[in-house]
């Protein structure tokens, strides 16, 4: 009789700690979190703080000729380990202190079977909206490395037509408030948007975008205070100033083919600046681009019967805008393309979008000029065209 009860008992209790695959994964996050939050704040400096965030959405299927079904919705979480500036140097003030962080993140798809998972890591910036009183708005933005579980296989998975690559790049957008509860801990909620693309280097490449209802915390083991801030008693009168620069870059795309080839593109571009103030610009120029892929599809398809003819069409000569954001040595671009002439072969669109992040060297020695490094995602509309790396020289 013993034995039934405690065989009934055991029984009920499985029943009660059997955890559904969905707060399975997420007992496992909050272990890791725990874990981090405490061997972080154990050593923790002034100004860090660790910030986990649950998501719930689902995926957008933003174009048509996307051949998978969403199943379910899409989860995830992840962890951003933050470090406040506070005024260090003058454009921190400026720019109303912002936040750097490096964010890990998981985040389940809805349909396992032929989207699968992603686990990315995002180096991001908070730039502060608004603050009243124990209320604060953000916007984050980051771009990193992301590991796609599933990808487009010809025999295997050959629904998922958004992905052909495990390793992609991928863009972490938020925009939240959060409510201060007392000086350590806040509560955070918002929306973000996920975007997953290898930026045409491996076909197929519609990308994926996961926009979502988020919901966290942040905990900062020794917060800053408010006379721990440095204010810069300068003159903060509007500087109009011009500047321009030199810059060259390098993308490999995958075109015509799945499994095929992928061929460079060069690109090449000048821009005039004109200075806002210290920390904003509006650039405007012209870019050029050679692009392979195109050569040799002339070449064989006989579009173009000369070398001379191959290199003319796959040309494109474009005149570009945007404005340039600038966070001390780094700087985020946001450029809108027209292309110009009528010579470029297969010329995707009239206009382009292009996302740029850059990182200036120090202007030290022979050196008068900043040299910098640069890595930028061009599309057309919602579909990625490249993603480059460049460096250049700013005058």
Same mark, same amino acid.
């Given at each position: 009789?013993?034995?039934?009860?405690?065989?009934?008992?055991?029984?009920?209790?499985?029943?009660?700690?059997?955890?559904?695959?969905?707060?399975?994964?997420?007992?496992?996050?909050?272990?890791?979190?725990?874990?981090?939050?405490?061997?972080?704040?154990?050593?923790?400096?002034?100004?860090?703080?660790?910030?986990?965030?649950?998501?719930?959405?689902?995926?957008?299927?933003?174009?048509?000729?996307?051949?998978?079904?969403?199943?379910?919705?899409?989860?995830?979480?992840?962890?951003?380990?933050?470090? +406040?500036?506070?005024?260090?140097?003058?454009?921190?003030?400026?720019?109303?202190?912002?936040?750097?962080?490096?964010?890990?993140?998981?985040?389940?798809?809805?349909?396992?079977?032929?989207?699968?998972?992603?686990?990315?890591?995002?180096?991001?910036?908070?730039?502060?909206?608004?603050?009243?009183?124990?209320?604060?708005?953000?916007?984050?933005?980051?771009?990193?490395?992301?590991?796609?579980?599933?990808?487009?296989?010809?025999?295997?998975?050959?629904?998922?037509?958004?992905?052909?690559?495990?390793?992609?790049?991928?863009?972490?957008?938020?925009?939240?408030?959060?409510?201060?509860?007392?000086?350590?801990?806040?509560?955070?909620?918002?929306?973000?948007?996920?975007?997953?693309?290898?930026?045409?280097?491996?076909?197929?490449?519609?990308?994926?975008?996961?926009?979502?209802?988020?919901?966290?915390?942040?905990?900062?083991? +020794?917060?800053?205070?408010?006379?721990?801030?440095?204010?810069?008693?300068?003159?903060?009168?509007?500087?109009?100033?011009?500047?321009?620069?030199?810059?060259?870059?390098?993308?490999?795309?995958?075109?015509?083919?799945?499994?095929?080839?992928?061929?460079?593109?060069?690109?090449?571009?000048?821009?005039?600046?004109?200075?806002?103030?210290?920390?904003?610009?509006?650039?405007?120029?012209?870019?050029?681009?050679?692009?392979?892929?195109?050569?040799?599809?002339?070449?064989?398809?006989?579009?173009?019967?000369?070398?001379?003819?191959?290199?003319?069409?796959?040309?494109?000569?474009?005149?570009?805008?945007?404005?340039?954001?600038?966070?001390?040595?780094?700087?985020?671009?946001?450029?809108?393309?027209?292309?110009?002439?009528?010579?470029?072969?297969?010329?995707?669109?009239?206009?382009?979008?292009?996302?740029?992040?850059?990182?200036?060297?120090?202007?030290?020695?022979?050196?008068?000029?900043?040299?910098?490094?640069?890595?930028?995602?061009?599309?057309?509309?919602?579909?990625?065209?490249?993603?480059?790396?460049?460096?250049?020289?700013?005058?």
């Amino acid at each position: 009789m013993f034995n039934e009860r405690l065989m009934k008992l055991t029984a009920t209790s499985r029943k009660i700690l059997h955890f559904p695959p969905f707060f399975k994964v997420f007992k496992w996050l909050w272990v890791f979190i725990i874990l981090c939050s405490f061997l972080f704040s154990t050593n923790a400096q002034k100004g860090f703080s660790i910030e986990p965030t649950l998501h719930f959405g689902s995926v957008t299927k933003h174009t048509s000729k996307l051949t998978f079904d969403v199943k379910g919705p899409s989860y995830g979480a992840d962890i951003n380990f933050k470090f +406040q500036t506070y005024g260090k140097k003058e454009w921190q003030e400026w720019r109303k202190f912002p936040l750097f962080g490096v964010t890990a993140l998981w985040l389940r798809f809805g349909n396992n079977s032929v989207l699968g998972n992603a686990f990315s890591i995002t180096p991001n910036l908070s730039i502060p909206l608004f603050n009243k009183r124990n209320w604060q708005g953000y916007y984050q933005i980051g771009i990193g490395y992301a590991y796609m579980t599933k990808k487009f296989d010809v025999v295997n998975n050959p629904e998922n037509n958004a992905i052909g690559s495990n390793s992609v790049s991928t863009i972490l957008m938020k925009f939240y408030t959060t409510r201060q509860l007392n000086s350590k801990w806040k509560l955070n909620a918002g929306i973000s948007l996920n975007h997953f693309s290898n930026g045409g280097a491996r076909l197929p490449n519609f990308g994926l975008n996961v926009p979502a209802l988020m919901i966290g915390f942040n905990y900062a083991p +020794q917060p800053l205070l408010k006379d721990q801030f440095f204010f810069h008693n300068k003159n903060k009168k509007r500087i109009r100033k011009f500047g321009f620069d030199l810059q060259t870059g390098f993308g490999l795309v995958q075109r015509f083919a799945i499994g095929g080839p992928r061929f460079p593109i060069y690109i090449f571009g000048v821009r005039g600046k004109y200075y806002l103030n210290r920390v904003n610009r509006l650039v405007a120029g012209f870019e050029y681009e050679q692009n392979r892929a195109i050569y040799s599809f002339t070449l064989h398809t006989y579009n173009a019967l000369t070398r001379d003819d191959a290199r003319k069409k796959a040309s494109r000569l474009m005149f570009v805008v945007g404005d340039e954001f600038l966070f001390g040595s780094l700087s985020i671009t946001l450029q809108l393309g027209v292309y110009l002439g009528n010579f470029s072969f297969l010329k995707p669109a009239t206009t382009y979008t292009k996302f740029t992040t850059r990182y200036y060297l120090p202007s030290k020695g022979i050196l008068k000029h900043k040299m910098f490094l640069e890595v930028a995602l061009k599309t057309h509309l919602t579909v990625a065209e490249y993603i480059s790396i460049g460096t250049g020289i700013n005058f």
